[in-house]
Structure formats: structure tokens, C-alpha cells
């Protein structure tokens, strides 16, 4: 059999794994990223053979190319990916690539959504190995799917937190349960600026489900609740506001379930270790989640009980002279930091920005929500301008621009806080630019918050 060809654009995490997986089993791999050095890519690679072609434009390099694995930033819309489709190149990303060599007697439960999947596919998977599922929590929470998709055998659990800049490009992929959160605006850079293209890549994640599968959906944020026109699959709904007729709900302080007409109490969240109304959200959906997927109900109540939060989102760092710092260099957007807020019971000053990508975010609802909450902002980074006009256009005057790095600004909030307040890192904007990612950028906060 002819050796297969397969061009993979955009050199990291993902690009890594798809690499490696493909070399692994057989393909003749090129590595290509706009980039023509990537630090750490090539002690990644040394197991594998494949042909370094970093710095090159993709379109130049479709020759004898059989397949094209595209990083999430990368739209299938680009005009190389939609030249080597003309080609009669396959054009895929990263997890249509590991679903592909997994096996197909594994259940996939997918965590959508613009905010809180982190948090939820955590969660949902600490439930699965609480109940002793062989389970597998990847996607954007850590590993890529590629990573350990020859790992996934018959039987098997894949807890996956999915972006719609991956589910762009699935083609097989199937979610045997999925989890949608709610939708904001995010990304829309990426998507033409256009809301309903984002939407419709979150949407994919439904297109592959049978009537054998679940959807589960958050009745409150009536974008997803609509989606129930979307999958042939089970809809299980979860809600903070009301009853609904078949999942999850909040009833006072009770975490309820409903199925076939009858009622049994999950757990009260008084005993969730995790903060805020939005982490009980996120606690609803991974219940009915695994709920639906035959996880027992003592099983998922212990995992409940003893969950704590993940890193880099809403995480307490460090106490000191009556101060809390909390990290939650998770919040990438104004929806986000605005949970993170909501989340917050003491004076809070908050370190907005501390990033160089402009996502075209709109940051007045974030101050429209400050109440008595917020007392004083810090901002930092290209977000800069726009946080201004939103703090002009919202009357909030308290706020100071930090021209030095993060340091800095945790140095100048010290300064101004007092006994009893909170320094929440919440930048409401992306890393990019500054940092490699939100890890990194969490890393250094906790690292300086240490150092005080």
C-alpha cells in the first residue's frame, strides 16, 4: 500500500499530537506553522521522523499531500484550506484526527459552551473515575485527543472539553453525551465577526448524535435552548432558575433530578467546595451528564462533595496581610470574568487586560455588574483603550492603566488594598501576546503572589 502523505499547519499542542500520531501509524508527516522556529517543537518530535517545513506558506506545499490537519486557530475558511479542498485534499483538525483512531465501543462526553467547560469537564471527569470508569479527560482542558487516542479501548470514557474552533472541522465525530453550557460573544475575530458562525461551529458537536445518545442543555440561555432543534439525540435539560421537566435543577439550596416524573436529591451545595452560582451551573450539567450515561447516584455525590477548583479559575493563591489573591487567569472574556465577579463576596480589585490580542470584546457588561463588588480596576495590555471607553461609558471611575508588566500590577494592587479585600486577576481578554497561554500567564501570577 502507497505510504499516505498528511500536512499538519500549526505547531502546538495539537499539531504536536496529530504529528506524532500520524508518523506513529505510518503517514509521511510535514510540519508546517507560520513560525520557522517553535521553542521546544523539535525535542517534541524526536521520536518521529517527518520533513520541517516551518516558515513555508501551506499552499506551496500540497504536492503528493493526502491530508491537511489544521490547528483550531486556523478557520477552514482560510484560502489554503479551501485551495487544497479544491485539490481533492481531505482538511480536518485535531480531534475528527484522534476520534478516528480511537475505538469506536468508547463513549465520548463532550463539554461545550463559551464558559465554565473547563470547570465542568473537570468535574465530569473526576466523577467517571470516582465511579471507576477507565476515563481519558482531554481536549482543551490539557492533552490533546490525539495524545492517547490509540489508548481509548472498548469500554472506555473520553471526557473532552470542546471548543468550536475545533469542532469546525469534525467530519465523523461523534459525542455519545453532550454538555452545552451557554453562549457569549468569543472569538468572534475568528469567526468574521459574525455571531451565528459561531454559533454553528458549537453547533456541530449535535451533527453525528443518534437517538441513542444526549444532549444536554441549559434551559436558562435560550441561544442553547434552542438548539434542541439541532440532534436527533435525548435532550436533558439544566437549569438554576426553575424546574424543568426532565434533568437537572437547582430547588432553594437543593440539587434536584428529574427523570421520568421522579424527583431525588442530588446534593446541597452548601457541601460544593467550589464558588459562585455559575460553578453550581456547571455542577448541574456534569451531574445530568453522567447522570445520563448510568453513573450511580452515591458515585457522582461523593465526586460533588470533594471537588475543589481547577486551576487558574477562581483558584484562591495566597492570603496575606488580609488580602486574597485569587487567580482566574481562565476568565478570557467579559462573560467569564463577569462569573468570576459575581463569584466574589469581599472588596475586590481587579487586574483586567494583561494580554496583546484584541478579541473585538465588549467590556461595558462587565462593568455594568462591578455593584459594590469592585472597587478599583488595574488594566494593562492592547485591551487597554476599549476597557477605558467602557469604564467612561459606565461611570467608573476608579481605574488605573499599569504600563509595566504583571509584576507591577500585583504590586500596585497591594498597594491599594486593604485589610479584607480580594486581588482578582479576571483579565477578561486573551494571553496571547504577552504569554503563551492563560496557564502561563496564571503560573506567573501565582508565582509573584508567592514571592509578596
Known sequence: MEQKTALIVGMAKSGIGSARLLAKNGYRVIINDMKSEIDGLFEALKDIEYINALGKKPETLFDGVDLLVLSPVIPVFAPFAKEAQSRGIEVIGEIELGYRFASRKANFVCISGTNGKTTTTALTGE????????????????????????????????????????????????????????????????????????????????????????????????????????????????????????????????????????????????????????????????????????????????????????EHRIEAVREKDGILYINDSKGTNPDSTIKAVEAMTRPTILLLGVGNYDKKSDFVPLFEVFGDTVKAVIVSGINTPSILEAAKKTGFENISVCEGDLEDMVKQAQKMAEHGDVVLLSPAAASWGMFDNFEQRGTIFKEIVNKL
Open 127 to 310: 466523577i467517571f473515575k470516582e465511579a471507576g470508569r477507565n476515563t481519558f479527560v482531554l481536549g482543551n482542558i490539557g492533552d490533546p485527543i490525539t495524545e492517547h487516542s490509540t489508548d481509548i479501548k472498548d469500554g472506555d470514557t473520553v471526557v473532552a472539553e470542546v471548543a468550536a474552533l475545533q469542532l469546525e472541522s469534525i467530519d465523523t465525530f461523534r459525542a455519545n453525551a453532550v454538555g452545552m453550557l451557554n453562549i457569549t460573544e468569543d472569538h468572534l475575530n475568528r469567526f468574521e465577526n459574525k455571531m451565528e458562525n459561531y454559533i454553528a461551529a458549537k453547533c456541530r458537536v449535535f451533527e453525528n448524535q443518534t437517538e441513542n445518545d444526549f444532549a444536554v442543555l441549559n434551559y436558562d440561555d435560550s441561544t442553547v435552548r434552542d438548539m434542541q432543534k439541532l440532534t436527533r439525540a435525548k435532550v436533558v435539560w439544566f437549569s438554576t432558575k426553575g424546574e424543568v421537566d426532565e434533568g437537572a435543577f437547582l430547588k432553594d439550596t437543593k440539587m434536584m433530578w428529574r427523570t421520568n416524573g421522579s424527583d431525588c436529591e442530588i446534593i446541597d451545595i452548601s457541601e460544593l467546595k467550589i464558588m459562585g452560582l455559575h460553578n453550581v451551573e456547571n455542577a448541574l450539567c456534569a451531574s445530568a451528564l453522567s447522570l445520563c450515561m448510568g453513573i450511580e447516584m452515591e458515585d457522582l455525590r461523593r465526586a460533588l462533595s470533594r471537588f475543589t477548583a481547577v
